[in-house]
């Protein structure tokens, strides 16, 4: 018998080899490693566009990833708030005691901890801490993917790509709290899903000690444990879950109330030191506008977008039955963004928070044969890595 002979398939033996890849693609350690690899396959492919677009600019990969509000986070996780570099200052070049009491101390502590370790840089550690946080969020989604009704590993694995691809995802790489935040918020969900009340409260608690949009959290998790109380579910566990929600975002926000002597305190800092107040959407409904009707860059009228889009999702999911808890969660941090006046610029960042959004269309997508699924994920893909590369290397203004 020949080489070419030995090696040749009978045409009925390949279903056979085709349910032996199957079998393999469903073997456990790919089903274990699947979601983080996912996750770090396309936030790989955002890194590699940033390095052509830093070339392009004539930028720093590093420094872009460190830029902005990154440079706070590292500045408090070296330092502590008391010695935050003296170059460090607010929207209008001021700079006083309480100034870095505006940034939640979460994320900086992990940094610090990291920090700790013999060897590790600063900055090293905060880029291991978004790292990790991030595929701590990827397996978050996957599982939040497969528990909600209607369901599947499938779905839950094309959560995790669409999130991890999402427009602002690049932030995911950068030295903020966004991938932290992300990752305590998918577990709460999760616990809540399940019924998994002290899982669900203890990540909102920590979430809670990571961004300001954990009150989106807070109300959804204690809006639901509220519903399993009354309804008599679970026994104890929902008053344990809703009675923690809520400690992280309020024992912060006391104690910036505590360091400067006034009730609204972490407000006020926003308020003196960046302009950011909520005014019920005036300003964001006024730039958007402005901006369709006189457009001046890409990454404007794509915010413009990115936010009517999110409104859109909001009613798929009402129309899709998604379980309540993650619409309320999704409406509170769409909320908290459209309602703010802060920098325009930062609205399409501050939608990442609402991934639930993200879900009815995993659900879609994942009913459809493989090659259209894969077709649209890496062309979302493609599509997120270059507007993230876009955004902190041509864009010149804070994301």
């Avoid at 939040?144 to 669409?162: D, E, K, Q, W, Y």
């Avoid at 409104?311 to 999704?330: F, T």
Wanted: aromatic share 10%; with cysteine.
């Amino acid at each position: 018998m020949s080489t070419l002979e030995a090696v040749r398939v009978d045409p009925e033996d390949a279903p056979g080899a085709r349910e032996r890849l199957a079998d393999l693609a469903r073997h456990r350690v790919a089903v274990v490693l699947a979601p983080g690899l996912l996750y770090l396959a396309v936030r790989e492919l955002g890194l590699l566009v940033l390095q052509l677009m830093a070339a392009r600019w004539d930028k720093d990969v590093t420094r872009a990833l460190t830029s902005w509000d990154g440079q706070w986070f590292l500045g408090i996780a070296e330092g502590g708030y008391a010695d935050v570099p003296r170059w460090l200052v607010d929207a209008f070049g001021r700079r006083t005691a309480e100034t870095p009491l505006a940034f939640f101390p979460g994320y900086p502590t992990l940094v610090r901890w990291a920090d700790g370790l013999p060897g590790v840089p600063t900055v090293g550690a905060a880029f291991a801490v978004s790292l990790v946080s991030g595929v701590l969020c990827a397996y978050g989604l996957a599982r939040l993917g497969s528990r909600v009704f209607g369901g599947s590993r499938r779905a839950g694995l094309v959560l995790v790509v669409l999130f991890a691809a999402s427009p602002m995802a690049v932030v995911l790489s950068m030295t903020y709290s966004e991938a932290t935040f992300c990752a305590l918020a998918a577990w709460s969900l999760v616990g809540v899903v399940e019924r998994r009340w002290v899982l669900a409260g203890l990540c909102c608690a920590a979430a809670g000690l990571v961004r300001p949009t954990a009150a989106a959290l807070v109300l959804a998790v204690c809006a639901a444990a509220a519903v399993a109380i009354w309804q008599r579910r679970d026994g104890r566990r929902p008053w344990v879950g809703g009675l923690v929600a809520p400690l992280g975002l309020l024992g912060y926000l006391a104690y910036v109330a505590l360091r400067t002597g006034r009730w609204d305190g972490w407000f006020a800092v926003q308020r003196h030191g960046w302009d950011s107040r909520f005014d019920g959407g005036a300003a964001t409904w006024k730039f958007a506008l402005l901006i369709l009707g006189e457009p001046r860059s890409v990454l404007e009228l794509a915010t413009v977008w990115l936010l009517v889009v999110a409104l859109a999702l909001v009613v798929v999911s009402l129309r899709r039955g998604l379980e309540w808890p993650l619409i309320v969660y999704a409406v509170g941090v769409l909320a908290m963004d459209l309602g703010s006046n802060g920098l325009m610029n930062s609205k399409a960042r501050l939608l990442l928070p609402a991934f639930t959004l993200l879900v009815p269309v995993a659900l879609a997508l994942a009913r459809r044969r493989t090659g259209t699924v894969v077709g649209v994920l890496v062309g979302v893909s493609l599509f997120s890595a270059w507007f993230g590369a876009y955004a902190i290397t041509a864009w010149q203004y804070a994301i």
